[in-house]
């Protein structure tokens, strides 16, 4: 149990930002049955009052959400949850609590460590809402699933085709009225129908695909995938530049991998890395690694590895990806996240990584080419380019 | 007249334009400081460049325009071209070395590696935090030994038993370099250190996990200072080429790109006589604060960057141009 009330009630609970996922969050949040205070979108300052009052080599995550925190108890939340990660992040919701403690904030915080099972956590709820049920917190992790699956689907498709838009922006809009809808869908057949119907506006709105369109996978550490105010909009701006952008770090992949198929996923990704993996790095590490060797495979052009700098885990896994990447001459562009906000640098790299594909790609005869694209059996080859 | 192309280059230390025929033959280079004013440099390179090129037989008709202050260049010159000098550094390089397999740069401010095989960049990398592997950093520290940096490699090349330098981060180099140069170490041998310090930072950073292999091009400020020169010859084992016009290579890339864009649109050295004036202003509609930067031709909007959405560039152009109205009305 690791759950301190507030000293007294109403409660007004509070969690930071991931992407959108404060949508099936909020679901969640509700059974609690308090007011919920959402913290303002991220902008410039949330990470400047979070960053003030973090350690100076903690990661970006830590920033961010320590700055959500402040921005919502300044809007009068007093109910904190902090989820646990397969990292150091295990460890963020004490040092957070303690930092706020020692700002003066007077708040309640509620600590989900130990993974992703509802048994496990449905303690801390019920002493926040004593009339929650097992019964209705099944429920309503059930719709929140949905949601977070409708939202990853259509989110997923976005990148995908965000990038070939005739009409800027066309995209970008009808993502946005999806996701007011879809905030407010509370049961299964809602959810649904607003996934299905928006995925056909989606598929309406015309795109020019060019022949030597890029493909562009993005691995690395969860959060700055997960947040692009963290990633400084890196998906957008692949787009900008005609990329068909995938990622597989979703919320909804997470949950299907997690608790008993943990293990046996993991497994599975070592298997399939090519021998470039032999055992699990930690956290993210090993589908960083798995899931590039396997896009490379899919002759994906190129993939972008982020991390929030000092991350361990991802560190582990870039010697690996570098080894990769030199091997079968693969393009894996490294970007390290921390404070700084001005996006030039990330402009500059994304431009030259992208000509560079396109270079690659109008010489079809390149020996570097061909090596590395779907033919090879794993851990048969060694590039001779 | 036969067609013309401008490239220019516009680093943080340095500016640097080319003006290229058809084929890619150099008619014109300019190579001065950019001393925090990119826009001065430019019209600077401009004139250097005009002097050069005979004006009644040759016509600049596409503007390419790279380096860190591309976008202000590329919007001062009405460039039809604005490329990241990666890029440009990687099409320069190739069309006067079509067999280099490593392009080695190291510059005032950055320093990066282009990897190339079969005369396609496969792979790059550029430094990410310090400046301890690059140009800035041995300026410094010539600075500190009162050595003209252009002396640098003469001094290297005279020592006979380098001094071990760590050259990790800029602060424990520095600190390092002052404790050997106290218990005795000679000024050569310790410039000699400090320049195998820049190739160690490089390799292990810039260049960490890359398969450099040759012929390996040199390029950047740094590549004029022999003692570095040497260093990567004994690091790396291979033989480093320096192009004389080596600190060029970005601006004779662009305007080859320029070039090869197929558009084109003359242009006029006359550009040098107009003022530009930029305003970068915090657009405060919201907690995010985007700076956005407005540039101004002869007082009246010509182009803008640096807001997240619409709205900011609109208010901060509005409120830039009532006030320089107001100006321009007292006057």
């Keep these: 149990m690791s759950t301190q009330l507030p000293a007294s009630r109403p409660f007004k609970v509070s969690f930071p930002h991931m992407g959108n996922y404060s949508i099936p969050v909020r679901l969640l949040a509700e059974q609690l049955e308090c007011e919920i205070v959402l913290p303002p979108k991220m902008t410039r300052r949330t990470l400047e009052v979070g960053a003030r009052h973090s350690p100076e080599f903690v990661c970006i995550p830590f920033k961010y959400n320590l700055g959500n925190y402040i921005e919502a108890l300044e809007k009068g939340a007093n109910l904190l949850i902090q989820a646990g990660g397969g990292c150091r992040f295990g460890y963020y919701g004490e040092v957070q609590e303690a930092i706020l403690r020692d700002l003066g904030y007077d708040f309640g915080m509620v600590r989900l460590l130990g993974g992703w099972k509802l048994r496990d956590h449905i303690g801390d709820f019920k002493r926040v809402n004593p009339r929650l049920t097992m019964l209705r917190a099944l429920k309503a992790y059930k719709l929140a699933l949905r949601q977070t699956q409708a939202l990853d689907r259509i989110e997923d498709y976005v990148r995908r085709n965000a990038g070939f838009e005739v009409q800027d922006g066309a995209f970008e809009e009808v993502h946005e009225a999806f996701l007011g809808e879809l905030d407010t869908a509370r049961d299964m057949r809602t959810m649904a129908e607003i996934e299905s119907r928006y995925l056909g506006e989606l598929e309406a709105i015309p795109t020019e695909r060019p022949d030597d369109l890029l493909r562009i996978g993005i691995v690395g550490e969860l959060y700055v995938l997960m947040e692009p105010f963290s990633n400084l909009f890196v998906e957008k701006e692949l787009a900008k530049r005609g990329v068909e952008v995938h990622r597989f770090v979703t919320v909804s992949n997470m949950v299907e991998h997690s608790g008993r198929k943990h293990t046996a996923h993991l497994d599975e990704l070592i298997a399939k890395s090519g021998d470039y993996v032999r055992y699990h790095l930690g956290a993210d590490g090993t589908e960083s690694v798995s899931m590039t060797y396997q896009l490379m495979q899919q002759g994906f052009d190129g993939v972008l590895h982020l991390k929030p700098f000092g991350c361990m885990p991802e560190v582990n896994a870039m010697a690996s990806l570098q080894r990769l990447s030199r091997e079968h001459t693969f393009p894996i562009l490294f970007i390290s996240y921390d404070a700084q906000t001005s996006e030039t640098g990330l402009k500059t790299r994304l431009d030259a990584f992208c000509d560079m594909l396109r270079m690659r790609k109008q010489r079809p005869g390149d020996a570097a080419m061909a090596d590395g694209a779907e033919t090879l059996a794993p851990g048969a080859e060694r590039s001779t380019a | ?331």
């Design chain 2, 1 to 331: 007249m036969s067609k013309a192309y401008l490239g220019v280059d516009v680093g943080s230390i340095s500016t640097k334009g080319v003006v290229i025929d058809a084929d890619g033959e150099v008619l014109a280079r300019s190579y001065l400081w950019t001393e925090g004013n990119p826009v001065r440099a430019v019209k600077r390179v401009l004139a250097e460049l005009e002097a050069q090129v005979d004006g009644d037989a040759v016509e600049v008709v596409s503007v390419g325009t790279t380096g860190s202050a591309r976008e202000l260049t590329g919007a001062v010159l009405g460039a039809q071209v604005v490329k990241n000098e990666i890029t440009a550094h990687a099409v320069g390089t190739l069309s006067r070395h079509p067999d280099v397999r490593t392009i080695f740069e190291i510059g005032g401010q950055d320093s990066k590696i282009i990897i190339v095989r079969d005369g396609v960049p496969v792979d790059y990398a550029m430094n990410t935090l310090c400046a301890a592997g690059t140009g800035s950093f041995l300026s410094s520290q010539a600075r500190r030994l009162d050595v003209p940096v252009e002396e640098f490699g003469e001094h290297a090349l005279r020592s006979k038993r380098p001094t071990k330098i760590a050259g990790r981060c800029t602060v424990f180099a520095e600190s390092d370099l002052v404790h050997k140069a106290q218990i005795g170490h000679k000024l050569d041998d310790i410039i000699a250190g400090l320049c195998a310090a820049i190739v160690g930072n490089y390799l292990n950073n810039v260049g960490k996990g890359k398969e450099v292999l040759g012929p390996i091009v040199f390029q950047g400020g740094v590549s004029k200072n022999v003692g570095v020169v040497r260093a990567f010859e004994k690091a790396t084992g291979h033989e480093i080429q320096v192009d004389d016009d080596g600190h060029l290579m970005g601006a004779l890339g662009v305007a080859l790109v320029a070039r090869d864009s197929g558009l084109e649109t003359p242009f006029s050295f006359g550009v040098r006589d107009v003022t530009f004036e930029t305003v970068g202003e915090e657009c405060s509609g919201c907690p995010n604060d985007c700076e956005v930067v407005i540039v101004l031709r002869e007082g009246a909007y010509l182009d803008g960057w640096g807001n997240r959405c619409p709205r900011g560039m609109e208010r901060v152009r509005e409120r830039v141009c009532a006030q320089e109205g107001s100006l321009a009305g007292a006057e």
